[in-house]
């Protein structure tokens, strides 16, 4: 049995000052009720926000090494995340975080829809030193929570990636299918 992974859910919404509840709340509220995964939650609506979020949790959080999923759920397209009425690419993303990740996963909601080639997902990986990025590649009219919990649950068991996404495949292939699901490492 591997040590726990925690969830550090990162989600950007249009005025972190109004009380509106998303649907990613309740659904990482069952990770920890139902399968005992810790998580995170913190909302954001600047580019200003994000960065103090991800900072805090960087260099302010003494169990930052325990967080090994960094969720992040944004609208946007093509690789390209929105925040602000504004778009940033994961490239820029990418250099924020520059050596900061080292062996994190980063997954995506299917707000943004993945759109990665080998060599895009490569560089991400390189410049952030995460172990893997993983999202979505095709628009479905419903949120990924349902496929991200199993994921996430699965994230518990195994620590190969390769492993992780052929039992995720294997007990959801219609839905890994229907959402594209991706991974690159």
Do not use: W
């Amino acid at each position: 049995m591997y040590p726990d992974k925690y969830i550090y859910c990162l989600e950007g919404v249009a005025d972190v000052d109004s009380s509106t509840t998303t649907a990613i709340l309740p659904a990482l509220e069952n990770l920890a009720f139902q399968y005992g995964i810790t998580n995170i939650y913190k909302t954001c609506d600047t580019i200003e926000g994000l960065e103090e979020s991800l900072s805090l949790l960087l260099y302010e959080d003494r169990n930052f090494k325990d967080y090994a999923i960094l969720y992040l759920v944004f609208d946007g397209d093509g690789n390209r995340i929105e925040l602000d009425d504004y778009y940033y690419t994961l490239e820029e993303i990418a250099e924020f975080f520059e050596g900061k990740l080292t062996g994190k996963i980063i997954h995506f909601a299917n707000l943004m829809r993945l759109d990665l080639d080998e060599e895009g997902a490569q560089y991400f990986l390189d410049v952030t030193g995460a172990k893997a990025i993983s999202g979505y590649s095709k628009q479905v009219p419903i949120l990924s929570t349902i496929l991200d919990t199993i994921y996430f649950a699965l994230c518990q068991e195994y620590d190969d990636v390769v492993e992780l996404v052929e039992e995720l495949y294997e007990k959801q292939y219609a839905l890994c299918s229907t959402m594209g699901f991706l991974l690159y490492y």
